[in-house]
């Protein structure tokens, strides 16, 4: 990765499986800031929760890493679509505190800190003011155990595609959620989606003054199987969008 964002090697995000000395400096950096006076302990001797080794909700402080969301656009090669990334998120006492998202083919750079906002490459981000469905561009994905929820799925896709400006298909959900926050998309919504797969990017949108819920519109966590990210102002309407009838 640091290749493709011309750092040195040392400076890469993450060697050997483990996060590198740059995110663990940048992670202490922010809860210090946090008024956690003493970070070391918790940064040096984490859990590491990543697709590899998630066994469960993890400790007091676990960091969660997706090394390649999006990774069937990486075995089929469209990488230079620039539609995979790297997220990492840091939980501190069960709460996500800090949230890394990188495109490293755009250099692309998403980061977020629990009660001090987004920002894209150093800049502040928000989401976008668009008001209506109408109006709006989304952004889906699909799971990877698709026949098992093809219905209600085809059922989801089919009425936010008739209501709204048009739904795009990226393949990262971490992607997703910060384009959501940037503004670049109005809505997401997903299911079946894992830990490392949200944790980094519903911060950063939440942070950019995103609504992140499940599809009940209960308050969302990661460890659910829905998620809805939207500027707020269209929530509404796409929770009823996305909600299906039964007889």
């Given at each position: ?103 490293p083919l ?35 994905g699909f ?64 942070e950019a ?39």
């Amino acid at each position: 990765m640091a290749q493709y964002i011309k750092l040195p090697k040392t400076c890469s995000l993450i060697e050997n499986g483990n996060v590198s000395l740059l995110v663990k400096n940048e992670f202490k950096e922010k809860l210090l800031k946090q008024g956690i006076s003493n970070p070391k302990e918790l940064i040096d001797n984490p859990s590491y929760l990543s697709k590899k080794d998630f066994k469960g909700r993890g400790p007091l402080t676990s960091i969660l890493i997706q090394d390649s969301n999006g990774e069937r656009m990486v075995a089929k090669r469209c990488m230079r679509g620039g539609l995979f990334s790297i997220s990492i998120a840091f939980k501190l006492k069960g709460e996500t505190v800090f949230g890394l998202v990188l495109n490293p083919l755009t250099r692309e750079l998403f980061t977020a800190v629990k009660g001090k906002g987004a920002s894209l490459n150093g800049r502040q981000i928000t989401v976008s003011t668009t008001m209506t469905v109408s109006e709006s561009f989304l952004v889906t994905g699909f799971p990877y155990n698709l026949r098992d929820c093809f219905d209600p799925l085809l059922t989801r896709f089919s009425k936010c595609l008739k209501a709204s400006q048009g739904v795009r298909r990226l393949g990262s959900a971490a992607i997703d959620l910060c384009f959501v926050a940037c503004g670049r998309f109005d809505g997401f919504w997903e299911q079946n989606l894992k830990p490392w797969d949200t944790a980094a990017g519903e911060l950063i949108a939440r942070e950019a003054g995103a609504i992140v819920t499940d599809f009940s519109n209960k308050p969302f966590t990661i460890y659910k199987k829905e998620i809805l990210a939207t500027n707020g102002r269209i929530h509404k309407e796409m929770l009823s969008l996305l909600k299906i009838e039964t007889s």
